[in-house]
C-alpha cells in the first residue's frame, strides 16, 4: 500500500490518482463549482472579481485555467499572470517578451556552445588518444 502526506492539509492519506487526500479533492472540487456557477452568471469577471466572489484563491484558480477546467475563451476580461515576469497573459505560460528571451538566450547558450566545441577540435582529444593506443 502506497501512503504519503497530503501536500495541502498534511494528513496521510493511500495515494490514488490525485496527488491530495480524498478530503481535499472534495474541497477542490466545491471550488471548482463555485466559480464554474460565478462564471455562468459574469462572463465579464476578471481574476479578481472571480476571486473575490468565490473567496477561491488565486493559485487554485489560475490551476484550473491552466488545467483546462475553466475556458477563458468566451471570457474577454480574464487572464493570469506569466508566470516569469506577471504580466497578464490570455494563454500559455509566459508572455511573449519572457519568451522571445528565453528562445534568444537558448540560441545564444547554442552559440557558445559550439564556439568552444570549435576551439576545442585544434587541440587534444581523448578518443585519438584511445585510438592511438589500440592502433
Known amino acids: 500500500m502506497n501512503v504519503d502526506n497530503c501536500p495541502r492539509c498534511g494528513k496521510i492519506f493511500v495515494k490514488n490518482y490525485k496527488d491530495v487526500c480524498p ?36 493559485k487554485q484558480i489560475i490551476k484550473f485555467i491552466k488545467e483546462g ?31 522571445k528571451r528565453l528562445v534568444s538566450d537558448i540560441h545564444h547558450t547554442m552559440s557558445d556552445d559550439r564556439l568552444a566545441q570549435d576551439k576545442n577540435n585544434g587541440g587534444f582529444n581523448i578518443q585519438d588518444r584511445l585510438k592511438n593506443r589500440l592502433n
Open 23 to 58: 478530503a481535499c479533492i472534495k474541497d477542490i472540487e466545491q471550488q471548482y463549482e463555485a466559480c464554474y456557477h460565478f462564471l455562468r452568471e459574469n462572463r465579464k469577471a476578471n481574476l479578481q472579481e472571480l476571486h473575490e466572489g468565490t473567496k477561491v484563491s488565486y
Open 69 to 99: 477546467r475553466i475556458s477563458i475563451y468566451d471570457m474577454p476580461n480574464m487572464t493570469y499572470p506569466c508566470e516569469v515576469c506577471g504580466t497578464m497573459i490570455r494563454e500559455h505560460t509566459m508572455c511573449d517578451s519572457c519568451r
